[in-house]
């Protein structure tokens, strides 16, 4: 069912998606200083993700997965190397949905729209409808801690939507939800994503989210952070947690990360 | 389709049954924030009567039977609500100022890292420094007057404020303002749509520690400064205590208690409310 993605032939382009990947990242390193020394967060990583590629990165503690990230969002600058995202927009997911509390969930997404300039009129009508997408209409005027764990992460999705973001940038998204909940976000995640042809980068430590979720699962090793393997995911049909498929990938996956950790332990 | 179903169910159950927000249940929890404090205003006049009544200090010393009446008077009168009208005036203009200062100079410090390494710590420092000690540098310098008045207030109030800024600027969640920067928020935007509203409940702490400062100092100085015009509430203490006048001076204190305890009364609920808004209070607590 899993291949490696080095044993495929090129993947064919999705229809209507352009020649240029959404997400380039050459020979990316990345060092920070800590007390006199350099630590290596990053180092070469190359990786390109095709529009409207759901890639689930994992690792274990120190891949720089977070690290990662930051450099696509533009929030962080290499050491060497580029990152080339095009001309599109990017948007971020944490562990914590970081909502504004002062804010009702509806005006935490007006927010995001405010901040690149929508005019106020058609504002309304988008905030509605990007409520209406992640499946909380009713729920706007509730105040973050009115509203479930899961609830809150669907308003920082709607948020991060309302960026107009053609990439999702999700940092352990669901890490903090319980498994029922997360399992039901996964659902959304998969829909949505699908819906808007957005390009889908998932930072997990979760096997089986990212088997469960990826187009192409890729494993970074620790200290420092590099790319070690990829696993492409042919999608033949819709996806459980819970179907072999998943829980082979998810094995495989493992004892991948396992071997990695134990090379750390010697 | 069976997702939506079941993420509707569970948004249902996680939200829980809706709230009891009905009129009896704000009674009955005014009721229970009030009668604690009825008590204890009881028990207050109970020990001062009964000291009045084992002769304490017998020509002076006079018990609620005397003062309330006094009070009353005085509030009947005109003298009272005159002079509040006064200090309150006063207490509103040195209280602005105060604001504007305090404010002005929280944002540049809590912006500026030189200007904070600078005066940081004397802005702390000078919230230590009780406010009586101010008068004779302001009577010199702006002789007597509401001015000297005001500028004690000041030195008093806008410490307290400006570290209620700086406090909040500080404890913006790093979170948020990586949340804000991945938004677009850059420069004004930033301050003006989530560190302004981040700071909102450490800035309204240091208003209202700002306010008992200002309180404090107004009220020092209009028994220490000279001021032509109509009496403030200082002035008339001032006057009953050269005329021996226990009753009169008690019944003054009285009203400078109730105004200080309204005021607070104020501030409370600007912070329980916002802290309300924003999920920061234990729903269970009473107020």
Known sequence: MSLRANELTPPVSLPGASAAPAVQLTEVSKAYRTGGSDLLALDRVSLTVRDGEFVCIIGASGCGKSTLLNLVAGLDKPTAGQVDTGS?????????????????????????????????????VQVDELIAAVRLTGFADKRPHELSGGMRQRVALARALAQDADVLLMDEPFGALDAMTR????????????DRTLTVLFVTHNVREAARLGDRVVVLSSRPGRVIEEYAVPRLGPRRIDSPEVAKLAATLTDRLREEMGRHGN | MATDQALYGLDKLDLGPAQDRGRSRLARR???????????????????????????????????????????????NGQIPAAVGVTMERAVIGYLVAL??????????????????????????????????????????????????????IMGAAPSIANGIITGVDYTPPLLLRAGRTMGLRGVNLYRYLVIPASLPAFVAGLK??????????????????????PGLGVLLNSDQSQSDFAGVTAVIIVILIIGVVVDM??????????????????????
Do not use: C
């Open chain 2, 209 to 230: 520690q700002g306010w008992a400062f200002a309180w404090r100092s107004l009220m020092a100085g209009e028994l220490v400064v000279s001021i032509v015009g109509p």
């Open chain 2, 100 to 153: 504007l200062v305090g404010s002005v100079i929280g944002l540049f410090v809590a912006r500026i890292p030189p200007l904070r390494a600078a005066i940081g710590s004397i802005i702390t420092g000078l919230q230590t420094m009780p406010s009586i000690a101010w008068y004779p540098l302001a009577i010199i310098l702006f002789t007597q007057g509401e001015a000297a008045i005001v500028f004690v207030m």
């Open chain 1, 88 to 124: 599109r927009r990017v948007g971020l997911m944490f562990q914590e949905p970081a909502l504004f509390p002062w804010l009702t969930a509806g005006r935490n997404v007006e927010l995001a729209l405010r901040a690149r300039g929508v005019p106020k009129a058609t504002r309304r």
């Open chain 2, 30 to 76: 005014a009721w229970a924030a009030t009668w604690p404090k009825l008590l204890a205003l009881v028990l207050v006049f109970a020990i001062w009567e009964i000291v009045h009544l084992t002769g304490w200090k017998p020509y002076v010393f006079k018990g609620p039977g005397e003062v309330l009446p006094e009070l009353w008077h005085l509030l009947a």
């Open chain 2, 266 to 287: 104020l501030f409370s609920k600007a912070d329980t409310t916002l802290r309300r808004r924003r999920g920061l209070l234990d729903p269970s607590a009473t107020s």
């Open chain 1, 183 to 194: 399992d039901l976000l996964h659902d959304e995640i998969e829909r949505i994503s699908a």
